[in-house]
């Protein structure tokens, strides 16, 4: 059913987790999860793409999706029965309160739909519109990124630390689109923000899905990531992996981030006033404060 709801209250990362213990029991189910939806995916992952219109990509897109979350959805929501559910991965703004998945079965579809390696599937509990805890595999690498609000990041068990640079003209920096069809005004402030860090970085990255840029930058492989869309499923694994790896998130202006911020910014302690001063000079919009969405445990 439609949930409609009064705006939740933004909770960002600096809150305590006092079901740390909870939490963290979860992430070894929800690793196989992800894993066993990821094997699904390597069994369908093309070589080359053979496409003649939009709609066959669609389409790949779509059937894609249905045979990751025949296996994914399933498991997680044994897992967590009370849970709602995203019909819509290509949502944004804030949840109602209370816990909810939010997955994306394969992140970086559109690469994977084209014999590109970089995809992978993720999983997401939201507690509160705060992310609790997340599992991204990897299949063609076999590697699982996991974090646990308060209780760290991890690389295939092994810690995860951001990038010690502190100059951000020594930077490898990323952004990209979160979907296709998004506003012309979007298109450009991502071309205007890549023009202006083009002459602050060393490098930029424009690529999508955010979440395999974001666990670069968790990793301390990359600098920063911003992106100016909201849609959850793109954002909050890897989010939570940059905070609990030790790196910072925030809106291009420095505000705490929250699922209702205008936009969104990744990068480590020592290079984020010299980020922000860069992003700050590109327009920024508020979006419109809701909460609706379709709560579903089927």
Do not use: C
Not at 8 to 18: K, S
Not at 66 to 81: C, I, M, N, V
């Amino acid at each position: 059913m439609s949930v409609d709801a009064e705006t939740p209250a933004a909770t960002t990362f600096g809150d305590d987790n006092p079901r740390l213990v909870e939490d963290r029991a979860l992430l070894p189910h929800m690793v196989a999860a992800v894993t066993a939806a990821g094997a699904r995916m390597v069994e369908r992952f093309p070589h080359r793409a053979d496409f003649i219109t939009r709609a066959d990509v669609v389409a790949a897109i779509y059937a894609n999706d249905d045979a990751s979350l025949e296996l994914l959805r399933p498991l997680l929501t044994e897992l967590r029965p009370g849970a709602g559910w995203i019909e819509d991965e290509l949502e944004s703004g804030l949840l109602p309160s209370g816990e909810w998945w939010v997955t994306d079965p394969v992140e970086g579809n559109i690469n994977h739909a084209h014999g590109m390696p970089d995809w992978g599937v993720t999983a997401t509990l939201v507690r509160d519109n705060v992310p609790v805890v997340t599992a991204v595999h990897l299949p063609l690498t076999g590697n699982t990124y996991t974090a646990v609000h308060g209780g760290g990041a991890q690389l295939d068990g092994g810690p995860l630390l951001p990038s010690r640079k502190t100059e951000l003209f020594g930077a490898l920096v990323g952004t990209g689109q979160a979907a296709p069809g998004e506003s012309y005004e979007v298109f450009d402030r991502i071309g205007s923000s890549v023009t202006a860090m083009l002459r602050h970085s060393m490098v930029i990255r424009v690529s999508v899905p955010a979440t395999l840029q974001l666990i670069q930058v968790a990793a301390g492989r990359m600098d920063a990531f911003w992106q100016f869309s909201q849609v959850r499923s793109g954002l909050l694994a890897g989010a939570l992996l940059v905070v609990e790896a030790g790196g910072v998130v925030t809106d291009t202006r420095g505000n705490p981030w929250h699922l209702g911020s205008p936009d969104f910014l990744a990068t480590t302690p020592t290079l984020q006033a010299a980020t922000i001063e860069v992003l700050s000079t590109i327009d920024q919009i508020v979006p419109e404060a809701t909460a609706t969405t379709t709560r579903s445990s089927t």
